[in-house]
């Protein structure tokens, strides 16, 4: 069954109080779903339109699993929390095998 990933490019970070709060639920709500952080706030290269922000990558045992992570209540709770607090780009992508 192929892994299911967040991939998560921040391309600016208007509110570092409501990131810190989005941290403090999410990263529990992540964990409760089964996510495995692999990357968080490390060096980035950027090319051609990326930005070299934050950038964040878990790993699930499934794409569906990614999914249901993101539409349970507790990591919804964290979103509510962010609110505008940053722009990024946020994608659940399916791994390859």
């Known amino acids: 069954m ?5 991939v998560s490019a921040y391309r600016s970070i ?4 409501k990131l810190a709060a989005y941290n403090k639920l ?13 990357a968080r706030d490390g060096r980035v290269v950027a090319h051609d339109a990326g ?13 569906e699993q990614a999914v ?3 539409a349970s209540a507790a990591y919804q709770e ?3 929390v ?3 607090g940053v722009e ?3 994608r659940i992508v399916e791994g390859l095998d």
Do not use: C, M, N, Q
């Not at 192929?2 to 967040?6: C, I, L, Q, R």
């Not at 208007?14 to 109080?17: H, L």
């Not at 999410?26 to 692999?38: I, K, N, Q």
């Not at 964040?56 to 045992?61: A, Q």
């Open 14 to 17: 208007a509110d570092p109080e």
């Open 68 to 70: 249901a992570a993101h």
């Open 78 to 80: 964290a979103l509510a």
């Open 26 to 38: 999410a990263g529990p709500a992540v964990a409760a779903a089964g996510g495995r952080l692999l």
């Open 51 to 63: 930005i070299a922000e934050r950038t964040i990558l878990i790993e699930f045992d499934s794409f």
């Open 82 to 84: 962010l609110a505008d």
């Open 2 to 6: 192929a892994k299911g990933y967040w």
């Open 88 to 90: 990024r780009d946020f």
